[in-house]
């Protein structure tokens, strides 16, 4: 599914039970705090592993930016 600004807002700052973990698109995803914190993240797969690299938070960096920025990095 892939993520909207409207659907990060809501989820920004709302308390959770546990953390969420939701997919983009090539390899970009999000993740949700339990206090709410939402942070961009970048997925990928080296030697044999599964690795991942914080791009940003929200709502300092809109989800283009963290689109763009997962452009460059792949």
Known sequence: MVLTESWLKAQYGKAKTKELVKAD????????????????????????GRKRVDLGSYPLMSLKEARGRSAQAS
């Open 25 to 48: 698109r090539d390899g970009l995803c999000v993740r949700v705090s339990p206090k709410g914190k939402v942070t961009y993240s970048l997925r990928y797969s080296y030697a044999g």
